[in-house]
Structures are given as C-alpha cells and as structure tokens.
C-alpha cells in the first residue's frame, strides 16, 4: 500500500476515534454504550495498524514522539469506556481527551523529540 493510504487511512480512522470519544463524553446512555465500543475500537484499530505502516512504509524507526502519541492513543480509546463505567466523570474525561489530541497534534506537527 502507498504511504498516502496510510495516511488517509491513520487520520480518518483517528478523527472518527476522537469523536466517538467525545460522543460517548457527551452521551454515555447505556442504549449508546455497543456503539460506542463497537465503532470506537474498531477506529482506534485501524488508526493503530495505519499509524505502523506510516511508520515502516517511511522507515523513521521510532522516535519519541511516536511513543508519546500512543500513549495519547490508548488514552483516547480507554476515555470512551471509561465514560460509560463513570458518567459522572465525563467532563473530566472530554478535557482529558482535549488534551491528548492536542499533545498528539503537537508531536506530529513539531516532533519534538
């Protein structure tokens, strides 16, 4: 596959993973809750499988700014669950998920380490 359907592939899957998991913030109902892991995981899989092949495809090996994105990554994935088992808590977990796309956003953008 081409780097530019990876890329596509990693940014599509992670913008639907990011908003699957401010939908489960905003709306953690039960009747929600298979969605939201269903569609959820399976973005968070793909953004996870597209984001190695980026990887191997342009041959960077793994600098620190890929560890650091995902440790955002899985941080990302678990606030949706998280917002079901705790719905009180879904405030914290949308600023909590605001804060992990823009760190991830910063270490693509400027790759800092």
Avoid: D
């Avoid at 081409?2 to 992670?14: E, M, N, P, Q, R």
């Amino acid at each position: 596959m081409s780097i530019s359907l990876y890329l596509f592939l990693h940014v599509s899957a992670a913008i639907l993973m990011v908003a699957i998991t401010f939908s489960a913030c905003a709306a953690p109902a039960e009747e929600n809750k298979r969605c939201h892991q269903m569609f959820g995981g399976l973005a968070s899989l793909i953004t996870l499988v597209a984001g190695f092949g980026l990887l191997a495809k342009t041959g960077q090996g793994f600098p620190v700014w890929i560890i650091i994105k995902l440790v955002c990554w899985f941080g990302i994935a678990a606030l949706s669950g998280l917002a079901h088992r705790n719905p009180a808590g879904t405030r914290k977990y949308g600023l909590i998920a605001t804060a992990l796309v823009l760190l991830a956003i910063y270490c693509v953008v400027f790759k800092p380490f």
